[in-house]
């Protein structure tokens, strides 16, 4: 027999030993995050990238991104791990931005040899916030007394509990700069003349829409993950590679809203009482 049910199977024992594309989905916040939303970190992505990079007979490994950014120093680790596996395996990524890739998560986009994103998606957002609050005031109107012990001078800038000082934002500002300045070279490096906006506007801070991303040299074309995947590689299989959800994320149901996502990347996070002015790629 020729055709019927045995025509499939022979097709689909042929596809099984053929070429592959592996996509690895980055959803949520970079770097710690609270109980039932684990961020994305260098560490919990080390197996799933490894895993995707090694796929047997891969021809692309995919990263699809879903984040409104967060820590500086996770989102650098991870583009340089996702540079690193491709250099060593030679093998081509693609980034797709979905929802969001605001800051972090555009950093991370940056590590891909190309970038998609959908009409819809929110790209960018280039710059660096932190914030805090300022709760002096309320202490004193409480009659609380704040005791405050440090071993160096600067050890506690900008305590939530104490009054602002005009050196401490000056060196918040300067820090600030210092990240910016890296994040914007990252972006020159990798999408180099493809940009086509002034600086002053591309790391604004500002966050950009599908078609006007790929104007201004963000994104390389408007383009949805399983289009351009099965135009570029029409007889890959596509392999989805994933990491275990830990217990905690099973129970409450994983990964951040798609909503709650990119009202995060618009507003900003506020960072918790005991930390103070958080740094955020944002």
């Not at 959800?245 to 960072?271: D, F, H, N, T, Y």
Request: with cysteine; charged share 25%.
């Amino acid at each position: 027999m020729t055709g019927g049910p045995w025509k499939r199977v022979t097709k689909r024992m042929s596809r099984s030993h053929g070429d592959r594309v592996a996509v690895v989905r980055l959803d949520g916040p970079i770097g710690a995050s609270g109980m039932g939303r684990p961020g994305l970190t260098t560490d919990s992505l080390e197996p799933v990238l490894k895993r995707a990079f090694g796929t047997e007979r891969v021809k692309a490994v995919v990263v699809v991104i879903n984040s409104p950014g967060g820590s500086p120093a996770q989102s650098e680790y991870i583009a340089e791990r996702i540079r690193q596996l491709s250099a060593e395996k030679g093998v081509p990524v693609l980034a797709f931005c979905e929802d969001v890739a605001a800051s972090g998560g555009y950093w991370i986009a940056c590590a891909a040899d190309e970038i998609f994103a959908a009409h819809t998606s929110m790209v960018g957002s280039i710059g660096v916030v932190s914030s805090g609050f300022g709760l002096s005031d309320v202490l004193t109107r409480f009659g609380v007394e704040r005791r405050l012990y440090t071993a160096g001078d600067n050890k506690a800038r900008l305590d939530t509990f104490s009054p602002e000082r005009p050196e401490d934002v000056a060196w918040l500002e300067g820090l600030q700069g210092q990240l910016h300045d890296e994040f914007k070279s990252w972006v020159r490096q990798r999408r180099g003349k493809k940009l086509s906006a002034p600086d002053d506007v591309l790391f604004s801070g500002d966050i950009w829409v599908g078609t006007r991303a790929v104007e201004v040299g963000l994104v390389d074309a408007i383009g949805v993950m399983r289009s351009v995947v099965a135009e570029r590689y029409p007889d890959a299989e596509i392999t989805m590679v994933e990491a275990p959800k830990p217990l905690v994320a099973r129970l409450v149901g994983g990964q951040l809203s798609a909503g709650a996502m990119i009202e995060s990347a618009v507003s900003g996070a506020v960072a918790a009482l005991d930390r103070g002015a958080a740094i955020r790629w944002r």
